[in-house]
């Protein structure tokens, strides 16, 4: 058992919380792994960078975040809200260090680009998380044995959601934790943005544990429906920006394309697999274990997407410039009545002699899986609880009118991509001018409509 | 001849400057090409960003707000101090679009981590800038060439500090530049530091236009102080971080190690360079050209380096992890007294198994080629020049008597690097304590000392 | 007509919008008058102060915001959407003036505790405006008059909304004008919130004229949704803050009793008024005259009230203490179904020592005559309306489902404000205590309910 | 003995330190005293809120932003430096409420515009300080006594500085103290400045108790120095603006001409003393008694000088329009060498029909009994001591260059102060305009010059 504290705190320099203050040797530790160290090369928002350019952040430093947040969210119940008897609903200091650790590597599952990687390999970054914490042969497991023997399974079961003290999880993972709230906070922060600002210090002051887990005074109903309208604007105007998806859809296609080509060439000897850098041919061959997983970052994708400027093959190289160049796809707002024009719009894409397989999506932000919140789908979400005066509790949106009819509402969109050419004033002599005009036909105030003489 | 006005600006969201104001088409045209966009994919502080968390943001984020402060000078400028007749000394505004441009593009040769590769590689950021702008293969040069065929060759002036009119040049490129102004305040804003901002609109206010440049209104000397003081900070605080050299230091070793064996290799036919990737392997043949060298980002060198670490070469691979886990080498300050120890310290460290060419360094922040205002040396720098009431102009630091204690004296320290395990504890049945206790003799108070015994 | 250019620009330095810039001798000349350095000495927030410690700025500053977002305003409009010809509905340049004017002096017939006051006194600060804007007698006037002898009839139109210009009028006083959109950046600034933030710059970048007022591009309908969100958040946690409207009660009580006191010594010689200062008799004696009111500031309150600690009067001495010392009445939250129960609640009170008339008081946020935003009540709001791409418009809460569900909504409540000796818990031995405790049974949950045995 | 705890904190939204959090039962009860209330109706800056109209700002909020600073301290101190045996040079906890409480009270003793008044009437407010606080008849030393008996003296003791625990006395005034650190951060927030702020959370975190105070680890250096160039900015830029200066010197004057009428008045029964306020007569009379003092404030003052704006006596007329509607002096800067020149330019200006006595001053900001770093003065300061790896001192300027070649240094200028009309251009017709063509010949680039022809 090793839990020893530091004879003066560490401080990391931090632009969203000032400090983060490190006062456990174990922290220490963890931060020094090759695997946490990592997470530095990995960009906290993927694509959203390229749309923001201030928000080019990693995991590392969202990190680091999310342990500030709960080292003050455990100095905050310590202080005030000890445990006095076994099961009174108080919070037990002994969970600290559990706490601190799961908040410090909640993250350390996600790879590259992780929303589209997911998408495309059919990976897990939580499950990953949970196997690097796990695996004996990891320098973050080495150190959390040096803790106890179990204290990897008990980190584990925090990201897994299945640890028994329901407070310990709900403050890493609940619809208001410490990874959302540093997010939030550190996104707006890079981006720029002028949403995305809460206040974090009242909630904080204001969080009471319960029987079943976090709840808030009810007089902080203002601050939490404050950071609940954050989430909600940063979501629609950063994380759902079109442009991002846009360049979502071209990764997407490139990669598939990759992978395409990759099963040409093992039924054709004469197609090589030159074009694949070594380090990432494991990934397309199918290896999914977990040592090979943690050689991958963004540097490893950036570099041979890079080389695929100048493939052999003609699509590969045209998404690799679309994409490092930043020609995103343009795309138009649709709605259900007008769903059916779609294959007639493809169609036409095609004769403009675009691959509509790579070259066109349907992509609705609803369905990102990012969690507006909404407590009556099909994956219930914990619910917001306040806290009133007697002690009773009241779920949030039904004590804030605003909140509630924000819930279960779905602010987004859904829209169709397709290539910029498309929408291009033509010179009167282009061929391709007729077929231009044509698609534009479909398009009025950024929306897919049917044309007056269908 | 096509400098056409946007019919409504364009505004990048900016952390620093708020916004971005693109008013131009060919700003817009200059920002879409690849060679532009490669600046998203090379880090503005290099490694320094290992030693700040929070500054990881890029050269592309950084010339954008060069040129956002550019404008903001032309606008203030041509308002306030339009050339009136010929050879006035006041504002020409027909410049306007130079100096944007120039602001914009003023760092388009920057190849990844700059100091080390230039070091190592024997190139120039200022001559490739140079080189994108005139080269006919360029997408940049084919904006500009479309403005006027003697447009690039004019930037290119500016650049190199050529172009006749001086105060062009000086808004660029000076002791008080765009550039200089957006680092400190960029790199303040994203490393969290507390020092780094000055008043950049007063600065911008008190600008005045000279027949041999720029000067600044007397009464805004106090703000002249304050961004003088401000560079004097993010010097010593940042940009010479004891960290942050280590890391350079070992990034150093680790190219110069490739070198030895990619030379190697060429002499010797059983030695394989499979090891270099395929896009590095020309860099290390000895190709210089533009071409290939846009192709180099930062991610090329990071991929490259996470492969190292299953290097056959011992010393390449142990370097490689060492720099990517951050285990970065320990150093103490040196001076001219004791250097006579270092043959010695050099001696005991290899006993201990670390082969000083790869592990040891002496580096003094003074020579890191960056530039404290410091009017008499060598290589002179532009003076600041400050305008009384009756026009006559005075030399800032014969006005200011904290600049003229600060003028010429060098803030910096000179320091020996070694392996952090050289200052470790040891255990007594390490066979090496011997050794690092006798190496441990050396150093009192983080500085290199002559030993008692001695 | 004198609307001389200043030859450099005159900046003010200021927290919330970096800097002021004067570009006019005019504007330098009126902020230069008596009656407008008057504003240094009323506090923006008034009451409100006395809650957010940090709040304490004054109208002065924020009437140099007010100016200086107008001031971008028309720089934008005049840069992208200047009048071609006549009646084209785009933006007027000469206007430029007679808005940056119309801006600056907007509030200038606040008075102190300016609610309070009107709502004691019976006067309106923007009729004030308009007279001292049209008086000869004041400095202003002189001002306005030598840029042209109607200026000042202008100026007074815009103010009075009776402009013909509707694209000026809006600018200075609508749903989301100059006004609301500088006390909402400076309040949040000073008293230290986390909301009240939204994106200026792409308000401003998104605003198009339109010949009937002013209007935002669609693509902007997130940040004006942020916008109307910002001001929503400020209401209920800032402006109508219980704490401060306690102090408003007791305040008005204060005021009430003077002028009681007053009345009482006109019909009987024998009470004095010289516990009323000379400077504030003409005021409880009914002059409403333009030149008296100018005389009046928060100082000689301040300064009264603290020689009111020591009034004969005791009501009046005890409610000058409270008042000063922010021992602040206590309230609960009423709703309608419980209104019955005050007379019962008064009685108790009454029991208890207080006058109801001066120590209790209901009072709801709904009437604050705050305007959230809702187009439907009986005094109808501008509409935001939104412009899409092919010039048609939309009003924005056809737009946003977001602010359609807050349109029309209350989002305040309803208070019964009391003495806060009422909810202390007491000695046994106090004569007061089954009095207190006869109240407390009426009170749960920060709520008046009915206690069970009614 | 009562020191009892909070059950939660208590948290006051700050902007500067976002929040202030109060923990102990004694900090709040003091906080709701009426003398401390008072605090919020003086400026922190006086009349420097006329220059920098954001800086608005109270000594209630400056107090409170002290406290929390202590508080912070305290904290650190307690967590890795608490006492292990008496006499080691450790912190003991045991200090924590005392410190606290004399940081809140540091400033409990000042008066409307300070330095001004304390100038005229020969008033300290240290004395005050300690007087309200060991005054029985004070709400402050009623809520101390309940503490303790001695409590009271304890507090008096530190503000006096002969408390025998060095540490506490340091931690609140020292050079480098909650106090300064404090006023610092807050007057840059309010004023809107770009210097003024340094690290905070560093400087906290390497303090260090030593056996005779207070001192910081060596690795700090940087940090040290930066709040030290922080503090200099500030002084040059804020405190000793001339504008400032020149309102101070017309208050001055306005005061003094008070104080002359009142004299006059007691010696010639013709004249009466009806102008003067019955709330400020006593202070013209000479009483200097605590409760007396206590009901001072700007108020009061404001509320005269607005009246005195139609006083009988036009030279206290004229002042009070100048000072109210900011029509300052105007001031040249004086070198020794030109000294012999001032009585000739006073003659000047009383043939220009203004008093010399009220309307010229010399003033300079060396002596403003501000304390820019310098150790070896008459009244000598605390060093700044840094600690080093083997727990030697080094005194600041002995290691930091920079602070070395400020220290002793005289930043800050000596002016004359006269009306702005002797600087005007003025009409061929006026009859002064041949006095005010001879003053301007001694005036060049803002100085003060012997004329040519002299």
Redesign the interface.
């Known amino acids: 058992m090793s839990d020893q504290k530091l004879?003066?705190?560490k401080?990391?320099?931090?632009?969203?919380h000032?400090?983060i203050r490190v006062q456990d040797q174990v922290i220490l530790d963890l931060i020094?792994?090759?695997e946490f160290?990592r997470l530095?090369?990995i960009k906290q928002l993927g694509i959203t960078?390229?749309v923001?350019?201030?928000a080019?952040?990693?995991r590392?430093?969202h990190s680091?975040g999310v342990y500030e947040i709960a080292r003050q969210f455990a100095e905050h119940l310590e202080?005030?809200y000890a445990t006095v008897e076994v099961g009174d609903g108080r919070w037990d200091p002994k969970e600290r260090l559990l706490l601190l650790v799961a908040a410090l590597l909640h993250d350390l599952g996600h790879g590259p680009y992780s929303h589209t990687f997911e998408h495309i390999f059919g990976t897990d970054h939580e499950a990953y998380t949970q196997a690097i914490i796990l695996s004996e042969t990891t320098e973050i497991n080495q150190v959390l044995r040096n803790v106890s023997a179990d204290f990897p399974e008990k980190v584990a079961a925090v990201i897994g959601k299945t640890y028994p003290n329901k407070q310990v999880v709900q403050l890493i993972s609940s619809q208001i934790d410490a990874d959302r709230m540093d997010y939030l906070l550190r996104d707006a922060?890079?981006?720029?943005?002028?949403?995305g600002?809460?206040?974090?210090?009242?909630l904080i002051?204001m969080m009471r544990p319960t029987k079943n887990g976090i709840a808030f005074d009810h007089r902080s109903m203002?601050a939490v429906e404050?950071y609940v309208?954050s989430r909600?604007?940063m979501y629609?105007?950063v994380y759902f920006h079109p442009v991002s998806r846009a360049l979502e859809v071209l990764l997407s296609a490139l990669l598939a394309r990759v992978q395409y080509l990759y099963e040409l060439s093992q039924h054709d000897s004469m197609r090589s697999i030159d074009f694949i850098?070594?380090?990432l041919r494991p990934l397309f061959a199918g290896d999914r274990d977990v040592s090979y997983y943690l050689?991958l970052?963004?540097?490893?994708?950036?570099?041979?997407i890079?080389?695929w400027r100048f493939a052999e093959d003609s699509i590969l190289a045209d998404l690799a410039?679309r994409f490092?160049?930043?020609?995103q796809l343009k795309s138009i707002v649709l709605n259900e009545t007008v769903g059916d024009l779609l294959p007639k719009l493809r169609e036409i894409i095609a004769m403009a002699g675009f691959s509509p397989e790579y070259y066109t999506a349907e992509n609705d932000s609803f369905d990102l899986s990012y969690d507006i919140y909404r407590p009556n789908t099909k994956k219930p979400q914990t619910q917001i609880e306040l806290v009133?005066?007697?002690g009773?509790q009241i779920e949030l949106s039904d004590a804030s009118?605003?909140v509630r009819?924000?819930s279960g509402?779905y602010?987004g969109d859904a829209r169709f991509f397709f290539p910029r050419e498309m929408l291009e004033e033509q010179a009167i002599d282009d061929v391709m001018a007729p077929i231009y005009a044509d698609f534009q036909r479909f398009v009025?105030?950024?929306e897919l409509i049917r044309p007056i003489e269908d």
Chains 1, 2, 3, 4 share one sequence.
């Open positions: 004879k003066n705190e401080i990391f320099r931090d632009p969203v000032d400090v020094d792994t090759s160290q530095r090369r960078a390229e923001f350019h201030g080019e952040h990693s590392f430093a680091l202080r005030y922060y890079y981006s720029g943005a002028t949403y600002r809460f206040d974090l210090s009242r002051q203002n404050d309208i909600y604007q629609v105007q850098p070594v380090a050689k970052d963004d540097a490893v994708f950036i570099a041979a890079n080389t410039v490092l160049d930043r020609h009133k005066a007697d009773s009118p605003l009819s924000m509402r602010y009025h105030n950024d």
